[in-house]
């Protein structure tokens, strides 16, 4: 599945259909069916994704078409594993990016910690 990305903050249901390979009477049967697909409406009544409307999509997409989900199967699925993004985003967001000196300083703790657990080892014998 290739995936076209264009950086938009808001998508029409035809730009939804066309990068997500799904036809805009599939994109307005889900809504009715997913809960958190919930695509705003501009002034005019026509739908507006965001960037995060459209990954859901793609994730629902996954799930009934190649995982073959039914759709009450992949809304149980869903239902369960949003905590699970939601604990790892926040893990991602944690982590901070290390400079090549602090990478530097960890290998060289990380072989000194090999070569003491090798002389407890040692000892040991």
Known sequence: MQVKKIKKLYYSIGEV???????????????TEFPH??????SAGNRIYRQNDVDNLLEIKKLLHEEKFTIKGAKQYLKTHKNDKKDVQKTLNKVVPLSKDEIHTLKK??????????????LKD
């Open 17 to 31: 259909s066309e990068i997500t390979g799904l036809k805009q009477y599939v994109l307005r049967y889900w809504e």
């Open 37 to 42: 697909l919930k695509p705003s409406k501009n």
């Open 109 to 122: 703790i990380k072989i000194g910690i090999e070569e003491l657990l090798k002389s407890v080892d040692s």
